[in-house]
């Protein structure tokens, strides 16, 4: 039987954001553009669903004058990021 995937999760940019966070404490929102050659405006939108979901806390500050925003999973994503990757296995391996 087939799991049901997580809407927000099953996203390219929201799974490689969720991947990224699940591998480090806390990254720079430049960090993860570069990363997922995302644009800024893409990325803002994707994360912005994210936090709102409860998956990853922002962080908004500032560091050298410069505007500076990290973020970090929370245990809710870290939970919602597993559940996923079962449900996926249930498509890889059917019974």
């Known amino acids: 039987m087939f799991e049901p995937l997580d809407p927000l999760l099953h996203s390219q940019l929201r799974l490689a954001v969720m991947s990224l966070?699940?591998?480090?404490?806390?990254?720079?929102?430049?960090?993860?553009?570069?990363?997922?050659?995302?644009?800024?405006?893409?990325?803002?939108?994707?994360?912005?669903?994210?936090?709102?979901?409860?998956?990853?806390?922002?962080?908004?500050?500032?560091?050298?004058?410069y505007p500076l925003t990290t973020c970090k999973i929370t245990e809710t994503g870290i939970n919602a990021f597993e559940a996923y990757l079962n449900a996926l296995r249930s498509y890889i391996k059917p019974t």
């Open 21 to 65: 966070l699940m591998n480090v404490e806390v990254a720079e929102f430049n960090y993860i553009k570069e990363k997922t050659n995302a644009t800024a405006g893409n990325l803002s939108v994707q994360v912005n669903k994210l936090k709102d979901a409860g998956y990853i806390a922002v962080e908004k500050s500032y560091k050298d004058n």
